[in-house]
């Protein structure tokens, strides 16, 4: 992983903080998510995708947001419980953040300097914009909310 990637702090969403070098070597599939968005049932083809994939050097991260239509209310224990018994969410889950704005996450700032969305944007338009990053951290993918997750299992089998 490049030096900035890896060195980017994140908290868990059951507390306590690492960087981002805990993942080095890792294929990671990077999530914006939320509770009550009409792309939350996305968090069944993540799990399945985390738990095809993850001997294999895949994980994904969650990163619950509240900037999409207050989609996210809750606190760390309603989003842990909520993934938990309505998907059974194994993969790593972290404290909620921003993702546009200017309380960016570093990760989220990183992530769009690295893959632009449409016409080149930067901003993340909606919930469940996922990317796509390979082993050394330098090459990245955006895929768009409405991208289902089953829909990258070609791209992440490429990069294992």
């Known amino acids: 992983m490049d030096t900035q990637l890896k060195d980017i702090a994140v908290e868990r969403l059951t507390g306590g903080s690492t960087t981002m070098s805990e993942y080095a070597g890792k294929v990671l599939l990077i999530v914006n998510t939320a509770s009550q968005c009409g792309f ?5 083809g993540l799990e399945q995708l985390y738990e095809k994939y993850r001997d294999r050097g895949l994980v994904v991260l969650g ?3 509240n900037q999409f239509g207050t989609q996210e ?3 760390a224990a309603e989003i842990a419980a909520f993934c938990e018994t309505n ?3 194994s993969f ?3 404290a909620k953040i921003e993702v546009n704005g200017d309380n960016t996450h570093p990760l989220f700032a990183w992530l769009k300097t690295h893959a632009k969305g449409v016409l080149g944007t930067e901003a993340i ?3 469940f914009t996922k990317f796509l990053v390979d082993r050394s951290g330098t090459q990245v993918e955006r895929y768009a909310s409405m991208t ?3 829909a990258i299992a070609d791209d992440i089998e490429a990069l294992l």
């Open 40 to 44: 939350t049932p996305h968090y069944a």
């Open 73 to 75: 209310p809750g606190d």
């Open 92 to 94: 790593p889950m972290f």
């Open 148 to 150: 289902p997750p089953e």
């Open 63 to 65: 990163f619950p947001c």
């Open 125 to 127: 338009k909606w919930n």
């Open 87 to 89: 998907y059974g969410v």
